[in-house]
Nanobody
Framework: VQLQASGGGLVQAGGSLRLSCVAS????????MGWFRQAPGKERELAAA????????YYADSVKGRFTISRDNAKNTVFLQMNSLKPEDTAVYYC?????????????WGQGTLVTVSS
């Protein structure tokens, strides 16, 4: 499975961004999908995850109420809508696919997209 993430950029605090991750080379609808993020000097963390049916969703406490993960299995795409962004959301965001684990741990990884939130 190949994953291509996009949508990162520079935004002011309070603004919004929408990340997209397109999958190819596998049966997308059978994978749980997650968005991880890694800030400078910090460990990578799972920000949000969605099961292959969309019936289970996970959010880290730090993003609950601000981020929304969704998926379109017909388009092999997972999205992360990020609202009310804060400077502490600045990180490289990676999408990941996982066949068996919940929450998603990541069997396959995208290349990452940088999100920078200015204060």
């Amino acid at each position: 499975v190949q994953l291509q993430a996009s949508g990162g950029g520079l935004v002011q605090a309070g603004g919004s961004l929408r990340l997209s991750c397109v999958a190819s080379g596998g049966t997308f609808s059978r994978y749980g999908m997650g968005w991880f993020r890694q800030a400078p000097g910090k460990e990578r963390e799972l920000a949000a995850a969605i099961s292959w049916t969309g019936g289970r969703i996970y959010y880290a406490d730090s993003v609950k109420g601000r981020f929304t993960i969704s998926r379109d299995n017909a388009k092999n795409t997972v999205f992360l809508q990020m609202n009310s962004l804060k400077p502490e959301d600045t990180a490289v965001y990676y999408c990941a696919a996982d066949r068996t684990n919940w929450p998603v741990r990541g069997d396959y990884w995208g290349q990452g997209t940088l999100v920078t939130v200015s204060s």
